[in-house]
């Protein structure tokens, strides 16, 4: 497949960060969608890349077609904390 469509649940968000993100207390995928609204996803990191990270889809969070810009946040234990490069990724209709 190389579309995304809404709901999809067999889908791994992966992105790299680019920087070293081993010792973050926390990192996310923060997102923005078509119509505006944010949020975030809890992400989790790959163990045998420091600069990975990843979210896997439960099936409700695509719940919008069109431009969703995605970017990785960490939040270090020294409270420092790191926005990534946004991704626009297209989400179509099922069906299209």
Same mark, same amino acid.
């Given at each position: 497949?190389? %579309? &995304?469509? &809404?709901?999809?649940?067999? =889908? /791994?968000?992966? @992105? #790299?960060? =680019?920087? #070293?993100?081993? #010792?973050? +207390?926390? &990192?996310?995928? %923060?997102?923005? %969608?078509?119509d505006?609204?944010?949020?975030?996803?809890?992400?989790? %990191?790959?163990?045998d890349?420091?600069?990975?990270?990843?979210?896997? =889809?439960? +099936?409700?969070?695509?719940?919008?077609? +069109?431009?969703?810009?995605?970017?990785?946040y960490?939040?270090?234990?020294? =409270? /420092?904390?790191?926005?990534?490069?946004?991704? /626009? @990724?297209?989400?179509?209709?099922?069906?299209?």
């Amino acid at each position: 497949m190389n %579309k &995304v469509y &809404v709901n999809q649940s067999a =889908l /791994r968000i992966q @992105m #790299d960060t =680019l920087q #070293d993100v081993s #010792d973050a +207390g926390t &990192v996310q995928i %923060k997102y923005i %969608k078509p119509d505006g609204t944010t949020g975030t996803w809890a992400a989790s %990191k790959i163990s045998d890349e420091n600069t990975k990270i990843y979210y896997d =889809l439960t +099936g409700t969070e695509l719940d919008q077609a +069109g431009i969703w810009i995605l970017y990785a946040y960490a939040t270090f234990s020294d =409270l /420092r904390s790191a926005p990534g490069e946004p991704y /626009r @990724m297209r989400v179509y209709a099922e069906g299209s």
